[in-house]
């Protein structure tokens, strides 16, 4: 279940939310009767909708990016997003961008070797340089060295450049929101757990050094 409180139907503002709710629940509630035409269990409309600005702020972003003023290539774009789910460990983000890749006539093989890009020779040079760089912006916070930009400004306008990394970035807070909020494919439990040592473990086979009875030169 996601960690703040869902709206229903009933309480939803009037304006975005409603027209949201809608356009993706039709006449249902969506917090007693959850589900989208995608497979999702639509929480982040219905969390987000307690900030009713929030949503209409998200929802322009969404706008902005497919908006017919963009110039970026929209396959390029969707690489960046499906990178920056992947990278930052949102299943619910590299899911949905997977599907809007198919959308864009992207083959299965290309889609499915977005993970490990770098040793994929199914990318074009364009869109490797555009993989390199939404891993320096996802995974480096932003530290791009001065050849991977280089090599951007030789295919991409100043005007792309400042689009794609805008949405990059932008779903990259995406993906860490929905982890952090547990919501949609991202209410998983911690991956990285102990694993419990079997009854009796006497430590051999790893440094304990509060026991003293090893001598680890």
Same mark, same amino acid.
């Given at each position: 279940?996601?960690?703040?409180?869902?709206?229903?139907?009933?309480?939803?503002? +009037? =304006?975005?939310?409603?027209?949201?709710?809608?356009?993706? /629940?039709?006449?249902?509630?969506?917090?007693?009767?959850?589900?989208?035409?995608?497979?999702?269990?639509?929480?982040?409309?219905?969390?987000?909708?307690?900030?009713?600005?929030?949503?209409?702020?998200?929802?322009?972003?969404? =706008?902005?990016?497919?908006?017919?003023?963009?110039?970026?290539?929209?396959?390029?774009?969707?690489?960046? +997003?499906?990178?920056? =789910?992947?990278?930052?460990?949102?299943?619910?983000?590299?899911?949905?961008?997977?599907?809007?890749?198919?959308?864009?006539?992207?083959?299965?093989?290309?889609?499915?070797?977005?993970?490990?890009?770098?040793?994929?020779?199914?990318?074009?040079?364009?869109?490797?340089?555009?993989?390199?760089?939404?891993?320096?912006?996802?995974?480096?916070?932003?530290?791009?060295?001065?050849?991977?930009?280089?090599?951007?400004?030789?295919?991409?306008?100043?005007?792309?450049?400042?689009? /794609?990394?805008?949405?990059?970035?932008?779903?990259?807070?995406?993906?860490?929101?929905?982890?952090?909020?547990?919501?949609?494919?991202?209410?998983?439990?911690?991956?990285?757990?102990?694993?419990?040592?079997?009854?009796?473990?006497? =430590?051999?086979?790893?440094?304990?050094?509060?026991?003293?009875?090893?001598?680890?030169?």
């Amino acid at each position: 279940m996601p960690r703040l409180r869902q709206v229903p139907r009933a309480e939803v503002d +009037q =304006g975005t939310g409603l027209r949201m709710y809608n356009l993706l /629940f039709g006449d249902r509630d969506p917090v007693a009767e959850p589900g989208t035409a995608t497979g999702t269990p639509g929480d982040w409309w219905t969390v987000f909708a307690l900030v009713p600005d929030c949503l209409h702020h998200a929802c322009q972003g969404f =706008g902005f990016y497919r908006s017919p003023n963009r110039k970026i290539d929209p396959v390029l774009r969707e690489l960046g +997003q499906t990178r920056a =789910g992947w990278n930052k460990g949102s299943q619910f983000v590299f899911s949905q961008h997977c599907k809007s890749l198919r959308g864009l006539n992207v083959s299965e093989e290309r889609i499915a070797a977005i993970p490990h890009w770098e040793v994929a020779d199914c990318f074009t040079e364009n869109e490797r340089a555009v993989l390199a760089y939404t891993d320096y912006l996802t995974l480096q916070n932003g530290r791009v060295p001065d050849p991977v930009f280089d090599r951007l400004k030789t295919f991409l306008s100043d005007e792309e450049i400042l689009e /794609f990394t805008y949405i990059t970035c932008l779903y990259d807070m995406h993906a860490v929101m929905t982890r952090a909020l547990r919501l949609e494919y991202d209410d998983v439990d911690e991956r990285i757990v102990e694993i419990a040592a079997p009854e009796g473990d006497v =430590g051999r086979d790893f440094l304990d050094t509060g026991r003293g009875d090893a001598d680890v030169r």
